[in-house]
């Protein structure tokens, strides 16, 4: 046996161990939070991560956000490589960092790019719960200030998918400057003439919500996402007063004027190119 078929029985062996883990990650049974039905991972990705029984939306990585709306083949990452640092020196934190990246298999929070949608080339930007729960520290808002800038000079709709805790405490008044500074580049962003869809998905909150997130020319939102600065647990703490039914979900904010449109999953690639249509972008 010469080296090449050494090579070749590694490369057959090995993908028929990568088959085999492919296929135990899709028996896997997951429990839907909201009816606590039971189904295989493969069901629910099929379903586009929606409990085919409740309709219970789980959360979106940046990777499968971004497939649900891109062409095929079209994304490229935008500022790869930028770091969190410990400007604060908070206890533990470069442990944290690390164990979400491992986690959540990203370098930080969120994802950001250029993408052709339906043929019409979009930037885009797209938050990630499963990092420190999308918490918005000073490599968010750098890359989302950067997204933007990018489309400002290119002449490219903005498309940010937001699901966050807020800001990232661990980073203090590094990480609330975020909010002036991310609403300050959407600012002049817009004053120029560029168009900004804003995509609320479960949750959306603190200074996420009342920064960048909430500055859309459109806003949509997924079926019962929570949208807030504060959640509702907090708010009835203080005010000692019993909130509403659904108050600061999707479908109570449309019905307040807070939010444009609702939209399914399903549609919402649909949508966003109608929009983009309407806009006059091509």
Avoid: W
Avoid at 84 to 96: I, K, Q, R
Avoid at 133 to 140: D, R
Avoid at 229 to 243: C, D, H, M, N, S
Wanted: charge should be positive; glycine fraction near 8%; charged fraction near 25%.
């Amino acid at each position: 046996m010469d080296i090449s078929d050494i090579f070749k029985h590694r490369k057959k062996k090995l993908n028929k161990m990568m088959q085999a883990r492919k296929k135990q990650d899709l028996d896997e049974t997951i429990e839907c939070k909201k009816c606590h039905g039971t189904f295989k991972k493969e069901t629910l990705l099929k379903n586009l991560m929606v409990c085919p029984d409740c309709n219970y939306y789980f959360s979106m990585t940046p990777h499968k956000r971004i497939h649900l709306v891109a062409d095929e083949k079209t994304f490229k990452e935008h500022l790869r490589g930028l770091k969190s640092v410990n400007p604060l020196d908070f206890p533990d934190y470069d442990e944290v960092i690390a164990k979400n990246k491992e986690k959540s298999k990203r370098d930080e929070a969120v994802c950001t790019g250029v993408m052709k949608l339906n043929g019409i080339t979009c930037a885009v930007a797209v938050l990630d719960s499963k990092f420190m729960m999308g918490s918005m520290g000073t490599v968010v808002g750098e890359r989302i200030v950067a997204i933007t800038e990018v489309a400002g000079r290119k002449n490219l709709p903005l498309i940010i998918f937001s699901a966050s805790g807020g800001a990232r405490m661990q980073e203090g008044m590094f990480s609330l400057m975020q909010m002036a500074k991310t609403a300050a580049a959407i600012k002049k962003f817009q004053d120029n003439g560029g168009l900004y869809i804003s995509v609320y998905t479960n949750p959306t909150t603190g200074g996420v919500s009342a920064s960048f997130a909430a500055m859309g020319d459109i806003l949509i939102a997924e079926p019962d996402a929570l949208i807030c600065f504060a959640g509702p647990r907090v708010i009835e703490q203080t005010i000692g007063e019993k909130l509403p039914e659904g108050f600061q979900h999707a479908e109570f904010l449309e019905k307040s004027g807070m939010v444009d449109m609702i939209v399914e999953r399903t549609k919402l690639k649909e949508t966003l190119y109608k929009l983009l249509v309407l806009h006059g972008m091509s």
